[in-house]
């Protein structure tokens, strides 16, 4: 288990920040390191606001953008990790199976 914390929207990795071009505001562990979000401020577009941050400190990569949706803005907005699988939400409503080795998503179910 890794040692990791937000505190006032830094991402800490073993007491060590985490530079990152947003606030954090959640992290998730996986086995390949921690999944961080990030919350784009308002009148910013950034559509690829999660990151997987590996045991060296490094942004190991950023995941894809959601091709869904007619708005430009559609930043991700939540993240679920159960069994091994990570899920992000969308703020076009849909949900989407991340691979945990490159940050491509597919998407799994409409949101509830």
């Known amino acids: 288990m890794r040692s990791f914390e937000i505190k006032s929207g830094i991402f800490y990795l073993t007491g060590e920040p985490v530079e990152l071009p947003f606030r954090a505001v959640e992290a998730v ?22 990151f997987l941050i590996d045991e060296h400190h490094r942004v190991r990569w950023q995941i894809q953008e959601s091709p869904h949706g007619s708005a430009e803005d559609r930043p991700f907005m939540n993240l679920i990790s159960k069994d091994g699988v990570l899920v992000v939400g969308n703020w076009n409503g849909v949900d989407y199976d991340v691979d945990l080795e490159s940050g491509e998503i597919q998407a799994c179910t409409f949101a509830r």
Do not use: D, L, M
Not at 35 to 49: A, C, K, L, Y
């Open 29 to 50: 562990e996986v086995k390949e390191g921690v999944v961080v979000r990030v919350e784009t401020p308002v009148g910013h577009i950034f559509n690829r606001n999660v």
